[in-house]
């Protein structure tokens, strides 16, 4: 039986952070075996909130690099970007007529990233976000995508535009479904509700030992744990949280001496410190080679971008044929 095909995305905004990780990339990781699947970078996506194109190629190279640190195959399911494949802006172009502003205008990630960013006037292209993203899912066909809760009503616009072209037309796309990443979130190392570089409260993949050991010294933790063997409350810390994901083992050690005032958080953050760098040792090791040998890099994204290419030209047919163009 052929296997179910699925679609992830990412903007490329650069190295990879243990958010991007624990949000997605681990999931794609374990999907690769199970799943077709297609690994897009949505590199014109960056423009709806940043003009500044300069470091959208840079920014793609770091984090598909990351990609194949983790452990994202690409003879398993092809990498490529939105902007080499015309065919991304051609079917948006036709979606963009199949669903109303006022729909768009509803969105909810939308009305958050407004929020979020200050945004006064929200341009054109902002709006037709998740139309665009629509046709990065519905070009491969994917059944399904990985994604993380902010990203659910994209998927649910995705399957009305499916479900408008579908009945106008006749069938050519799937309804895609959203495959939820278990994991929540990880917290920023400020304390702030979401890791992220422009909140500057990350720990990155590439980061080393040292980094990790002075990021982590400075991280937030129960602002009620004062001194050294004060009863804290695990449940209100990140680093905590953080052990949960990456020493799950050592948590209910770490639980009780955190509550009894044995632990202190000093070597708390220190038994982490050595998890994480465990964790990262490998992926650092698979940098250090692939920043090497960049072109490499390049001609998996190039030989990428041939397969999926081969793939949106048969689904372009198939949409200009039940159109009744060309
Ligand atoms: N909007 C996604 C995000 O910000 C990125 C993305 C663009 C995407 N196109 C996609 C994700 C298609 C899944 C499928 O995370």
């Known amino acids: 039986m052929a296997k179910k095909r699925i679609l992830s995305g990412m903007r490329p905004t650069g190295k990879l952070h243990i958010g991007h990780y624990v949000g997605a990339l681990e999931n794609w990781i374990k999907l690769q075996n199970e799943y077709d699947s297609y690994h897009l970078i949505a590199d014109y996506h960056v423009l709806t909130t ?10 793609t190279i770091e984090m598909v690099i990351d990609w194949l640190a983790s452990g994202l195959d690409p003879a398993k399911s092809p990498f490529f970007r939105q902007s080499q494949i015309k065919q991304h802006t051609e079917l948006h172009l ?13 969105n909810p ?8 960013l200050n945004i006064e006037n929200v341009i054109y292209g902002h709006l037709g976000y998740p139309v665009l993203q629509a046709a990065d899912i ?7 995508v990985p994604v993380g809760e902010d990203q659910v009503p994209h998927v649910e616009i ?13 069938v050519v796309f799937p309804e895609p479904e959203p495959l939820l990443t278990n994991f929540a979130r990880l917290v920023g190392l400020d304390g702030k509700a979401k890791m992220s570089k422009s909140l500057d409260n990350t720990i990155l993949l590439s980061d080393s030992p040292e980094e990790v050991k002075q990021k982590l010294r400075k991280a937030v933790t129960d602002p009620q744990k004062l001194r050294k063997n004060d009863p804290g409350r695990p449940e209100v810390c990140l680093i905590f949280s953080y052990h949960k994901k990456f020493n799950e083992g050592e ?19 220190l038994k982490l410190a050595a998890k994480l760098n465990d964790f990262l040792a490998p992926v650092l090791e698979k940098r250090k080679q692939l920043e090497n040998d960049l072109d490499s890099v390049k001609d998996i994204i190039a030989e990428g971008e041939k397969r999926a290419l081969a793939t949106a030209e048969n689904t372009m047919n198939e949409v200009h044929t039940a159109m009744k163009l060309g």
């Open 251 to 269: 948590t209910p050690e770490i639980d009780r001496d955190c509550r009894s005032g044995a632990l202190g958080c000093v070597d708390c953050k």
């Open 109 to 116: 990630t939308l009305k958050e990233q407004v929020r979020d």
């Open 50 to 59: 940043d003009l500044e194109t300069g470091n959208i190629y840079s920014n």
């Open 138 to 144: 519905l070009l491969y066909k994917g059944a399904a």
């Open 158 to 170: 995705t399957r009305e535009i499916a479900r408008k072209f579908n009945n106008q037309y006749g």
């Open 94 to 106: 036709i979606f963009s007529m199949l669903i109303t502003t006022a729909r768009l205008e509803r």
